[in-house]
């Protein structure tokens, strides 16, 4: 075991912190979640100012999610190596880019209509000659996009919780989280560049 591990591991656990940081992130999970499904309603879009327009914003989503899942693996073997204080420094960038990916994520998608997969004329409606034009591709697409929406939205508070734990140093517990968590954000955030990739056709 390296120094700079057992240095790390010898710190005392912060339970008061940490308790009231799972109080603060069940808030913004319950939040975010409350967005998310908000912004899918076309009631509900902002409209922009004159010469505004977010629609820059989708391969910024992609770089990202591709910043997060860098700076996961580069937290995975820093941890592995006992190179503690790069492994927290990666997953500080890991959750800082997110943080960034959910608000320009969110902006986007409350001032633009969804583009949907296939749709190649650009008039929010798949007809019958566009999905045969897509084929088999369509179900793969919907698979990732799917699993990545619902695993992104499962995840999101167990993420914070491993973070918490790491953070009050609570160790056993944030490895205990992190050994299931970890894959789970890495799949969301390689996924999301995928689908930006399949979509980017039809934007």
């Given at each position: 075991?390296?120094?700079?591990?057992?240095?790390?591991?010898s710190r005392p656990p912060q339970e008061r912190l940490s308790k009231k940081l799972k109080i603060v992130a069940w808030i913004l999970t319950g939040a975010v979640?409350?967005?998310?499904?908000?912004?899918?309603?076309?009631?509900?879009?902002?409209?922009?100012?004159?010469?505004?327009?977010?629609?820059f914003l989708p391969p910024v989503h992609a770089a990202l999610n591709t910043g997060v899942s860098i700076a996961l693996v580069v937290a995975l073997m820093a941890v592995k190596q006992g190179k503690i204080?790069?492994?927290r420094n990666a997953i500080?960038?890991?959750?800082?880019?997110?943080?960034?990916?959910?608000?320009?994520?969110v902006a986007y998608h409350f001032t633009n209509a969804e583009v949907l997969?296939?749709?190649?004329n650009r008039d929010?409606?798949?007809?019958?000659?566009?999905?045969?034009?897509?084929?088999?591709?369509?179900?793969?697409?919907?698979?990732?996009?799917i699993s990545h929406i619902v695993l992104a939205g499962v995840s999101l508070p167990c993420i914070l919780m491993t973070f918490i734990a790491g953070f009050t140093n609570r160790f056993a517990?944030?490895?205990?989280?992190?050994?299931?968590?970890?894959?789970?954000?890495?799949?969301v955030a390689v996924t999301g560049p995928i689908c930006y990739l399949m979509l980017k056709p039809y934007y």
């Amino acid at each position: 075991m390296s120094d700079e591990r057992k240095d790390w591991l010898s710190r005392p656990p912060q339970e008061r912190l940490s308790k009231k940081l799972k109080i603060v992130a069940w808030i913004l999970t319950g939040a975010v979640l409350v967005l998310v499904g908000l912004m899918r309603r076309p009631e509900l879009r902002i409209p922009l100012p004159e010469g505004w327009s977010f629609d820059f914003l989708p391969p910024v989503h992609a770089a990202l999610n591709t910043g997060v899942s860098i700076a996961l693996v580069v937290a995975l073997m820093a941890v592995k190596q006992g190179k503690i204080a790069l492994h927290r420094n990666a997953i500080y960038a890991a959750m800082a880019l997110s943080i960034a990916f959910l608000l320009c994520y969110v902006a986007y998608h409350f001032t633009n209509a969804e583009v949907l997969f296939g749709d190649l004329n650009r008039d929010g409606v798949l007809d019958d000659a566009e999905r045969a034009a897509v084929g088999g591709v369509r179900p793969v697409y919907l698979f990732l996009l799917i699993s990545h929406i619902v695993l992104a939205g499962v995840s999101l508070p167990c993420i914070l919780m491993t973070f918490i734990a790491g953070f009050t140093n609570r160790f056993a517990a944030h490895r205990r989280l992190a050994k299931w968590v970890f894959p789970l954000w890495l799949y969301v955030a390689v996924t999301g560049p995928i689908c930006y990739l399949m979509l980017k056709p039809y934007y």
